[in-house]
């Protein structure tokens, strides 16, 4: 077997424990009904979720005791990466979580046979666009041989031309890498310094300031997201329609962004930009010709392996619940041509029917005047309120479950998330997944699923907190945290 290392950037290092929201199955399936991509699994307690290159396992975690009736497999190179995850998944009580050490790039269709069943959901978060064309070539083996008809892939990469701003500073960071001694924390303090100094100095083919302060700071936060993202001689982001047409070889057609908000021309672009985008749609497709107006750096995109429209027809019965509803009533989304918002009787109308309890798209858009399809991507985008994967709660085991894996989470990773850019996850059965959360709000949720009294003073003298912060934050998620988490 050849050395992993000929093949993928950073193989020998430790990535970062993060959860891909977009995962969640209710994002899945509203961001498909955008799309007017129909996508109706026969039984939602009983799919089975592949994700490549699962890293230290967490959104596999979180997505197994969210569901107990899925199979959820991990894949990953990294045995280091394969035993944590597997230690995670006993900690928690996951028995429906595995993992296996695989290469991609070695393994053909009747190896997979073998592994995996007939896979429903596949996910593929930042691998695509660091990786060789043999590993690319293995994916779509996979995906060939194991995605189910009808099924889907969610694939996060680094997308062009929004990327294209870094394929100068990308280069330069790997060379200083390989160069530099002291491993992963020699390497990060290497390439942060070379950074700092090209940013000093004015280099003409430098990413904008604000994107490359927001590197830097990245780089500073967590050394191995540093590594994995930069240092490697496979970093190549793609056009969308190349990408499109690789996983065609598998099947697979393109079903819509797991981002519909900020992948939305009439919200985001201004009125002469649209005519612009209108104008380079005949000659080219349409998601390459908005990638030349939108900022979508980084895009997560649904493939379809047998695409069906008349999503649209589900938007009006999805059920969204508050997360975090504001203190007025006003729902505010940021854009490309700034902040946007809706005020007025439509937004309290919206708000007040959150207030009371998980609702319909369908009758927050009679209550409102508005479309079902403009409410819910400002609900989202806002993150005032999520979709719901399953009306009715689970059995009280399954919350325990849920409150069980909420604690591993944090003991786990709770202290490394402190100092990295990246958030936990909260398990909620009702949303099919889990809740991006910071550590200080996922450790008030594990103190109040452990049976500590929701007032502020016994949660702060139980976390070592101050009384105004937990009041604050129990001001806030209070009623939200009821119709999720059953609290």
Wanted: hydrophobic fraction near 50%.
């Amino acid at each position: 077997m050849t050395d992993a290392r000929d093949r993928y950037g950073a193989a020998h290092l430790r990535y970062i424990a993060a959860y891909q929201e977009s995962a969640s199955p209710a994002r899945l399936h509203l961001a498909l009904a955008l799309a007017d991509t129909a996508w109706n699994p026969p039984d939602r307690d009983r799919l089975t979720v592949l994700d490549i290159g699962c890293g230290r396992g967490l959104t596999a975690c979180l997505l197994a005791a969210a569901n107990p009736g899925w199979d959820v497999i991990g894949l990953d190179l990294q045995p280091v990466h394969v035993a944590e995850a597997e230690e995670v998944a006993a900690e928690a009580g996951l028995a429906n979580a595995r993992f296996i050490e695989a290469d991609l790039a070695e393994l053909d269709a009747a190896a997979w046979e073998r592994l995996l069943p007939p896979v429903d959901v596949v996910i593929c978060h930042g691998v695509w666009t660091w990786v060789p064309d043999a590993v690319r070539e293995g994916i779509v083996r996979l995906l060939r041989a194991r995605l189910a008809p009808g099924g889907l892939l969610l694939v996060g990469y680094n997308a062009l031309p929004g990327y294209a701003d870094c394929i100068a500073l990308q280069r330069l960071l790997f060379e200083a890498s390989r160069r530099a001694s002291g491993g992963e924390a020699g390497q990060a303090a290497a390439g942060l310094a070379m950074l700092e100094h090209l940013r000093d100095m004015g280099c003409p083919y430098l990413p904008r300031r604000g994107v490359l302060e927001q590197i830097i700071a990245t780089a500073r936060e967590a050394p191995a997201y540093m590594a994995h993202e930069w240092f490697t001689p496979f970093w190549r982001p793609v056009f969308h329609a190349d990408l499109a047409r690789d996983l065609a070889a598998a099947g697979l057609e393109y079903g819509g962004t797991a981002r519909p908000g900020v992948s939305a021309p009439a919200l985001q672009l201004r009125a002469d930009q649209r005519a612009i985008l209108d104008g380079l749609v005949p000659s080219m497709t349409q998601e390459t010709a908005a990638d030349v107006l939108l900022e979508r750096r980084f895009r997560s995109d649904i493939f379809v392996r047998g695409r069906r429209t008349g999503g649209l027809t589900a938007l009006p019965g999805i059920v969204f619940a508050g997360i975090e509803l504001p203190p007025t009533p006003r729902i505010e989304v940021t854009t490309q041509r700034g902040p946007l918002a809706l005020e007025g009787p439509p937004a309290e109308a919206i708000l007040a029917a959150l207030a009371a309890g998980p609702v319909r798209l369908g009758d927050l858009a009679a209550r409102s005047g508005l479309s079902a399809a403009d409410i819910a991507v400002m609900l989202l985008d806002s993150r005032i309120a999520v979709p719901l994967w399953r009306d009715a709660p689970l059995h009280a085991a399954g919350h325990a479950r849920a409150a069980r894996c909420n604690a591993v989470m944090l003991r786990r990773f709770g202290g490394e998330s402190l100092a990295g850019p990246r958030p936990l996850g909260a398990v909620a059965p009702s949303l099919g997944g889990a809740i991006g959360v910071p550590v200080s709000t996922l450790s008030l949720l594990v103190a109040l699923q452990s049976g500590v009294p929701a007032e502020a003073d016994r949660l702060a003298a139980h976390l070592g907190r101050s009384v105004a912060e937990i009041d604050s934050l129990l001001t806030r998620h209070a009623g939200a945290w009821r119709d999720i988490f059953r609290l």
